[in-house]
């Protein structure tokens, strides 16, 4: 008898962060995430996690609608079913329902931790065996004060934690962020790489002009600076300057990959299980950027440590990325809710060990979280 999935519980649990973190859509002081628990008819139970930022400020899912919706709508079509065909179950999932990608990424990740545990596997080996097992993490400064950010740039340049930094950008005038970012890199010179985040908030003509300054300024990537659905003028932005783009929520999956590269568009695209429904779904975006020669980022929606751990085994299983990884999430958290947290050193963090993702939740940290 095969085995099924026989139960799939989803939690909200809220951490509160080490200080402010500001973007341009939202100030978040706390991160609230989806852990999801799915329960084998073997006894193997995998774990998933979906993570938004600011709730509705950044996109369409919020965590609780991640909640309920997994467990209105896809939970069901998820339960009874054979465990171990993981395409088939994402299959059905799309088949059945349209968009909830953060959703359906967390409960990927959760077959693929069952999946990885029956075998004795860990998620990389499932998806072809990890090529590195130390990825390179950069830090986000985005307190808002000039001064702080230096601090916490230095900081982390003397702890060999991270020497590549990105700013949140974009809920200032153009002027006001472009002195504050150039003031940083000066700061910093040579010894740390310095990329912007604008989430979307200029429009082109605005761009245009924040991206000379920018560039002027040693700058050396500016991710997503106009909106999503705007990839004809992310493709001009690319084609003016030397200083490179980084398509972030413009690229969700694989066919806005090929549509921005037959575009004509030659900068780089944000990898994140979040956005493109999972492990698979990000993967399939990577495999295009590298026929085309598109350089690759691996980003984070700023999860915990499990949704942390899956994107990083999914990254681990490409070649070296042009430009690094900010998985960072856990680190802006000041608490956790797993036995042995990811280890981050010298200047990166390494890919977990162990079966499926390599995970175990700390049950008490978890119920005290967890929101009641």
């Known amino acids: 008898m095969s085995t099924v999935i026989q139960h799939i519980e989803t939690l909200l649990v809220d951490l509160p962060t080490i200080r402010p973190h500001k973007l341009s859509m939202t100030t978040m002081a706390c991160q609230t995430m989806v852990i999801v628990r799915m329960r084998h008819s073997d006894g193997i139970e995998g774990l998933g996690e ?19 919706n997994i467990d209105t709508y896809l939970a069901p079509l998820l339960i009874g079913q054979p465990s171990n065909n993981v395409h088939q179950l994402r299959s059905r999932l799309h088949r059945h329902a349209r968009g909830n990608m953060i959703a359906k990424s ?144 413009g690229v969700q999956d694989a066919r806005d990959g090929l549509d921005l590269i037959c575009s004509g568009f030659s900068g780089a695209f944000a990898l994140k299980i979040a956005k493109s429904g999972g492990l698979h779904g990000a993967l399939e975006l990577a495999h295009i950027a590298q026929a085309a020669g598109v350089g690759l980022y691996g980003g984070t929606l700023l999860e915990g440590t499990i949704g942390t751990a899956a994107s990083l085994h999914a990254w681990a299983t490409l070649p070296e990325m042009a430009w690094g990884t900010e998985m960072f999430g856990p680190l802006l958290l000041k608490d956790d809710i797993v036995v042995e947290p990811l280890n981050y050193t010298e200047f990166g963090v390494e890919l977990p060990r162990g079966v499926g993702l390599g995970i175990t939740l700390d049950e008490d940290k978890l119920a005290h979280y967890s929101r009641k």
């Open 50 to 68: 979906g993570t938004t930022i600011g709730g509705l400020a950044y996109g369409p899912e919020s965590p609780e609608s991640i909640k309920r």
């Open 106 to 249: 967390a409960l990927e990740t959760a077959l693929l931790d069952a999946q990885g545990k029956r075998l004795g596997l860990s998620v990389a080996e499932l998806l072809g065996g990890a090529r590195q097992e130390h990825l390179p993490v950069l830090w986000t400064l985005a307190s808002g004060d000039t001064a702080k950010d230096i601090d916490e740039a230095m900081l982390r340049l003397e702890q060999r934690r991270h020497c590549d930094f990105k700013l949140k950008i974009g809920a200032n005038p153009v002027d006001q962020d472009v002195r504050h970012v150039a003031a940083i890199k000066e700061a910093l010179g040579d010894r740390a790489s310095v990329r912007v985040d604008v989430n979307q908030a200029w429009d082109e003509s605005t761009a245009v002009r924040g991206i000379q300054a920018l560039q002027d300024a040693g700058i050396d990537l500016i991710e997503q600076p106009i909106h999503a659905r705007e990839h004809a003028g992310l493709v001009r932005l690319a084609n003016r300057f030397n200083v490179p783009m980084l398509a972030d929520e």
